[in-house]
Every structure is written in structure tokens, then in C-alpha cells.
């Protein structure tokens, strides 16, 4: 069974159950990490199993307070029933989720170089080629979805950081939060991560 790249767009089959895997530290979850999981969360056959790696080390934002962040989007603003959060151990945590799933989807933002160099790409799937064979032994077809960041990276957690740490008003921090993010939900985002030891 072949594993394929799509980029931007992914077909969907109607009569097939979709399970989409999207692993990362999220230090801290933005907009444009909230964009990835509401583009195909809407679609029956689609779940989305997002894999919170600890994220101390990054930004200084932690775990914790990430994780605070996820859930306040799931709640307020996503179908909860349509959304694993589980906190990541190993890539292989998807195998726990994966009973009745047709395709399982790894799904990540373009990391700038990914359109540029396949050649790359092509070698971080090699890595994955243990836990792809595991999965398509179950008779399941796995597929990579790989998604431009908006507005060029405007919207990453770097530049959040950046821009909590410059002083910007919340008014203006509201930018990298969902737009459809009630303003107390985003106050609160805003004032925690203000309080955290960012760098």
C-alpha cells in the first residue's frame, strides 16, 4: 500500500472513515494551528487526533497552559466528539486510535522548506516507515497532508511570542487568536500567556 503527499487540498471519500493525526508542540496554539484542525473537522467522516508534545523548551510556554489553550478551542469553538487531545509519548500513539479507520491522515503545516526541498521530505517519511507499515498492515492506507501556513507564517506561535513579548496591546495579540474566539476566552489566552516566562 502507497503512503502519498498532498498538499493544500485532500479528497475525502464519502465511505471511508478518516482519522488525522496531528502531532506538535503547538508553543502556543494560534490561529493558524486552530485553521488546520477546522478546515475538514465539519466533515462526518473526520477525526482528528491531535498528539500535544510537552513544549516547555519552546517559547517557554508550557505544556500545561497549551493544553488549556486546545481545550478552550475543542469547547468553544469545534465538536468536541470529533477531537482526540491526548498528550504524545511516541508517534505510536496513533495505533490506539485507529480501530475502524479506513485512512489516517499525518497532517502538518509547511515548515517553509517543505515545497522546496522533496528531497527532504522524502527523508523525514522514511522515518515514519516503521509505524506506516505497522498501520498498513491493518489494512489501513496512510496518506501525508502538508498545509502552507497562512499569510506566511504571520500567524506562528514564533511571531505570537514575539509580539506578547514587544509589548503589543490585546487588541492587537487578538490577530493570532481564532477570529471567532469570544473576547473573554481571548483576554484570558492573552493575560495567561503574559504570565508565563516566554523567550
Same mark, same amino acid.
Request: hydrophobic share 35%.
Given at each position: 500500500?502507497?503512503?502519498?503527499?498532498?498538499?493544500?487540498?485532500?479528497?475525502?471519500?464519502?465511505?471511508?472513515?478518516?482519522?488525522?493525526?496531528?502531532?506538535?508542540?503547538?508553543?502556543?496554539?494560534?490561529?493558524?494551528?486552530?485553521?488546520?484542525?477546522?478546515?475538514?473537522?465539519?466533515?462526518?467522516?473526520?477525526?482528528?487526533?491531535?498528539?500535544?508534545?510537552?513544549?516547555?523548551?519552546?517559547?517557554?510556554?508550557?505544556?500545561?497552559? &497549551? $493544553?488549556?489553550?486546545?481545550?478552550?478551542?475543542?469547547? /468553544?469553538?469545534?465538536?468536541?466528539? #470529533?477531537? !482526540?487531545? =491526548? *498528550?504524545?509519548?511516541?508517534?505510536?500513539?496513533?495505533?490506539?486510535?485507529?480501530?475502524?479507520?479506513?485512512?489516517?491522515?499525518?497532517?502538518?503545516?509547511?515548515?517553509?522548506?517543505?515545497?522546496? &526541498? $522533496?528531497?527532504?521530505?522524502?527523508?523525514?517519511?522514511? /522515518?515514519?516507515?516503521?509505524?506506516? #507499515?505497522? !498501520?498498513? =498492515? *491493518?489494512?489501513?492506507?496512510?496518506?501525508?497532508?502538508?498545509?502552507?501556513?497562512?499569510?506566511?507564517?504571520?500567524?506562528?506561535?514564533?511571531?505570537?511570542?514575539?509580539?506578547?513579548?514587544?509589548?503589543?496591546?490585546?487588541?492587537?495579540?487578538?490577530?493570532?487568536?481564532?477570529?471567532?474566539?469570544?473576547?473573554?476566552?481571548?483576554?484570558?489566552?492573552?493575560?495567561?500567556?503574559?504570565?508565563?516566562?516566554?523567550?
Amino acid at each position: 500500500m502507497k503512503t502519498n503527499f498532498y498538499y493544500n487540498h485532500y479528497n475525502f471519500e464519502e465511505d471511508k472513515k478518516y482519522l488525522i493525526f496531528f502531532r506538535g508542540c503547538f508553543a502556543c496554539p494560534t490561529a493558524g494551528h486552530f485553521s488546520l484542525v477546522d478546515m475538514y473537522v465539519d466533515l462526518p467522516n473526520v477525526t482528528y487526533y491531535i498528539s500535544q508534545i510537552g513544549s516547555e523548551s519552546r517559547h517557554g510556554v508550557t505544556y500545561e497552559l &497549551n $493544553r488549556k489553550i486546545w481545550k478552550i478551542y475543542i469547547q /468553544k469553538l469545534l465538536d468536541p466528539s #470529533k477531537i !482526540i487531545l =491526548k *498528550k504524545a509519548y511516541g508517534m505510536e500513539d496513533v495505533l490506539d486510535e485507529i480501530e475502524g479507520i479506513d485512512v489516517v491522515i499525518f497532517l502538518r503545516g509547511n515548515e517553509e522548506e517543505v515545497l522546496t &526541498n $522533496r528531497e527532504k521530505e522524502i527523508d523525514r517519511l522514511r /522515518k515514519y516507515k516503521s509505524l506506516l #507499515k505497522t !498501520i498498513q =498492515k *491493518k489494512g489501513i492506507q496512510t496518506d501525508f497532508l502538508i498545509v502552507d501556513r497562512p499569510e506566511k507564517n504571520t500567524l506562528s506561535a514564533s511571531k505570537f511570542v514575539e509580539a506578547i513579548l514587544r509589548g503589543d496591546s490585546s487588541r492587537r495579540l487578538k490577530f493570532f487568536l481564532p477570529p471567532k474566539l469570544e473576547d473573554r476566552d481571548a483576554k484570558y489566552i492573552i493575560r495567561k500567556l503574559r504570565e508565563q516566562n516566554l523567550k
